[in-house]
């Protein structure tokens, strides 16, 4: 007597890939590795095109109680255009100072108690708001707390202090330093005159 064994049929339903949690996890690793590519590609777009915005130009000299800074927003200017030069008195030391200037000067009708040497790349002199400009004869004092600056912008309309008229600034490379000048500073009741000197800074007019 022969047996013979009855196959049972197969499910009638199907198995789909699509809900195989290893096809999910896959998918989504996919995904996030997407988002990861375009994420990188968009700070490199940024980093780009941020690199064609103008360089701010800095040049800072620091002797105690001071940091004293020149600074332009950027390295090359139009022929003809101004040019604002900010000058910054940073007391960091952690006492209060008295600064008093016997004198100053007035740029664009704001307070100016610095100096300002502009030479060209062959170390000429161009122009200089002490030989150029007259200064107030008074007394100005500004009290600065620690960490506190003093900051004041001396713009340059690129004349060149040259007689009898003052013509325009030629083209090319210039160097441009800030300068204290009868600066007194008084602190915890010991007074003493100081005299500071930035770094030149470089730019260019074309």
């Known amino acids: ?78 022929q003809g255009g101004e040019i604002p030069i900010n000058l910054t008195l940073m007391n960091i030391s952690n006492r209060t100072i008295t600064v008093t200037w016997s004198d100053f000067f007035l740029s664009e009708s704001k307070f100016l108690p610095f100096d300002v040497l502009v030479t060209d790349s062959n170390d000429t002199y161009i122009y200089q708001v002490s030989k150029v400009q007259g200064h107030l004869a008074s007394f100005e004092s500004r009290t600065l707390e620690p960490d506190a600056q003093l900051v004041a912008t001396f713009v340059w309309h690129q004349w060149a202090d040259r007689r009898p008229q003052r013509p325009l600034a030629q083209k090319g490379t210039y160097y441009v330093k800030g300068l204290t000048r009868n600066m007194e500073v008084s602190m915890e009741g010991v007074k003493q005159t100081m005299q500071l000197q930035t770094p030149a800074m470089s730019f260019t007019i074309e």
């Open 1 to 78: 007597m022969v047996l013979s064994r009855r196959r049972k049929p197969f499910p009638s339903e199907c198995v789909s890939l699509i809900d195989s949690p290893k096809v999910s996890f896959l998918r989504i690793h996919r995904t996030a590795l997407l988002i990861s590519v375009l994420l990188i590609a968009s700070v490199a777009v940024s980093i780009y095109f941020g690199s064609f915005k103008p360089k701010a130009t800095r040049a800072t000299t620091i002797s105690w109680p001071f940091e004293f800074s020149i600074s332009i927003d950027k390295d090359s200017f139009q």
